[in-house]
């Protein structure tokens, strides 16, 4: 599905859900609400099965050093690529910012 040229996505790109957020003109606690109650997120903002297999989420599992227990513990993070920018634009009737527009409300 060909897009305009002046929207913000970019082939190959993926979001954290700041970005995204940003781009959607929305913040990150709304969007993530948002996405919980049409099934996209978990209860932990992590992507759930039928949008990271279409590959609209992708979940990488990272690691972190536990200070008080000095080992490492998993966690995932959750990015959103260019087609999940879109649906999600899509289903729940925002408009993507450019990277311009984006840039200029965050600094105003």
């Given at each position: 599905?060909?897009?305009?040229?002046?929207?913000?996505?970019?082939?190959?790109?993926?979001?954290?859900?700041?970005?995204?957020?940003?781009?959607l003109g929305?913040?990150?606690?709304?969007?993530?609400?948002?996405?919980?109650?049409?099934?996209?997120?978990?209860?932990?903002?992590?992507?759930?099965?039928?949008?990271?297999?279409?590959?609209?989420?992708?979940?990488?599992?990272?690691?972190?050093?536990?200070?008080?227990?000095?080992?490492?513990?998993?966690?995932?993070?959750?990015?959103?690529?260019?087609?999940?920018?879109?649906?999600?634009a899509r289903?729940?009737?925002?408009?993507?910012?450019?990277?311009?527009?984006?840039?200029?409300?965050?600094?105003?």
């Open positions: 599905m060909p897009t305009a040229p002046h929207t913000a996505v970019c082939p190959g790109q993926r979001y954290t859900l700041q970005q995204a957020a940003t781009l929305t913040g990150r606690t709304t969007l993530c609400q948002q996405l919980r109650e049409i099934g996209m997120l978990d209860s932990h903002n992590l992507g759930t099965r039928p949008h990271t297999s279409t590959g609209r989420l992708i979940v990488e599992l990272r690691t972190f050093e536990h200070p008080g227990l000095g080992q490492d513990k998993p966690y995932g993070k959750t990015f959103v690529t260019e087609r999940g920018l879109l649906y999600i289903r729940l009737g925002l408009t993507i910012a450019t990277h311009r527009e984006a840039a200029n409300d965050a600094t105003a």
